[in-house]
């Protein structure tokens, strides 16, 4: 757990905040309820809708296969065996190459810039397919969509990190998350309203290929005109307001961002416990997500609907996971818990699943089938968290920025692995994509328990050290505290207290830093007794 003086002296240099704090940066300012409140609102005004708008057309964008997959794709394109399951995982293939690039980039180049070159590029591609007639066009416009995708969500968790205290960062990830579910409940209608357009030169899903394009396309002007870099460098801010924009992060003890990429922090993120804690949930939780987002649609087919109400029918899924995934993030912020919210949200799919297998096919337990597949929908609610605890708990921007890409190497691999685990041969019962999904979802319970026990027995460590040091062991995390309560909290801990936040130390090296387990803000003094 210790950090020795040299390790600070080679992690402590660039971080952006230095750059407008100055001299300062290293004398923390209490920033005021009202400033608290004023900056927090011109924050989520501008940023959150652009983030939103992202979010959504990805989902929608990757969501279209299998809408086109009810309006005859696979026969059209004479799919055969596993080419369809194939069209799936490959997005998730590409993600997976293109993780470690993706990484490095997000530390070099500017953020919003690079997010907006990334989200032309796959709505140009997007466009492109409609164009593609066979397997191996197909297969090969997807692999660059996937390339092109890699970038969004790995930088999403950046930007949330930089931009918000961990308090907030729970609720703005969820809602950010929670545009899949809208998705499928807007794709959905989108689909059923396109699929009547009647064409004899176009077939209903290549006019969903292109729609969805372009409107990726214009809406990446709009992310190169509005989305920040950074808060150093948002011109929505006067240079007071990035003051104290810095100065709210600074209880997070997780700094902004650096340009420089930093290999010591590489090493400890390799060989962190917590690093592969984060990689087995998301892969567990990834794997009934890639076959179920895959297969959704057909699944509700087996049941005995036609094309267009399965299509229909995909919506109540997309308004749940939307209630799941907001109601999660609410009570995770609102309780201060992880943990056991995550545990919570693993119940509905557990049983959704255990019911599908159990459930007979046939029109007179469409209802039933229909409701068991609903409530399996609150397992996207379980990857925001996820995103947010791992955020939460790690420090130093490489090695954040490279724990990022780790976790989405692992739900790439997830993604990858859950189509192929689903078959057209299985329908109607779909018996070992579900079973599979089951196990998953039974696993990922543990491995929540086991990830929260650890990170207290990292906080008990660092109390040790501060009392080593002849400071109080016992901290109060300002970061996790309501926004009136925020500045209290600070002082109470300390003048010292976040004197380091900008140093760009990671978790280990910075004895001030304080993880986030089962009761968030009491934690500290939970383990300093």
Known sequence: MSGSTDDRKVQSFGDAAQEILGENAHAPVIVSTEDNARILHKTDLWLLPVMLGIYFLQQLDK??????????????????????????SIVYAAQLIWQPVSSFMLVRLPVGRWLAFNILAWGITLSCMTAAHTFSTLITARFFLGIFEATVAPTFVTI????????????????????????????????FGLGHIHSSTVKPYQIIFLFTGLLTVVFSVVVYLVLPDSPTTARFLTHEEKILVVERLRANNTGTETKTWKWPQVRECLLDIKTWAWFSMIFLIAIP????????PLIINSFGYNQLNTILLQMPFGAVQVLATLLGGFAATHWKLKAPVLVALSLPPIAGAAALLTIPRGATHKGALLGAYYIVSFYPAISPLIYTWSSQNTAGHTKKTLTTGILFVGQSA???????????????????????????FAVLTSVFVATAVYLMLLNRAHSARRTALGRTGVLVDASLERTEDAASAQQANGAQFGA????????????????????SSSSARLNST
């Not at 949330?160 to 209608?189: D, F, P």
Request: with cysteine; hydrophobic share 40%.
């Open 63 to 88: 969501s279209t296969l299998s809408y086109a997959s009810v309006f005859g794709l696979a026969k059209d394109t004479d799919l055969v065996g596993y080419q369809f399951s194939a069209l799936g």
């Open 414 to 440: 997830g993604n990858i692995v859950g189509p192929f685990l689903y078959t057209t041969q299985q329908a109607p019962l779909y018996r070992s994509g579900l079973t599979s999904s089951l196990v998953c």
């Open 160 to 191: 949330t990190a930089m931009w918000w205290r961990r308090r907030e960062q729970t609720q703005r990830t969820s809602l950010w998350y929670s545009m899949n579910g809208l998705t499928t409940v807007i794709g959905s209608i989108m689909s």
């Open 289 to 296: 997500s890639g076959g179920i987002s895959t297969f959704g």
């Open 500 to 519: 380091n936040a900008f140093d760009d130390l990671t978790d280990k090296a910075n004895e001030d830093f304080i993880c986030a387990f089962f009761l």
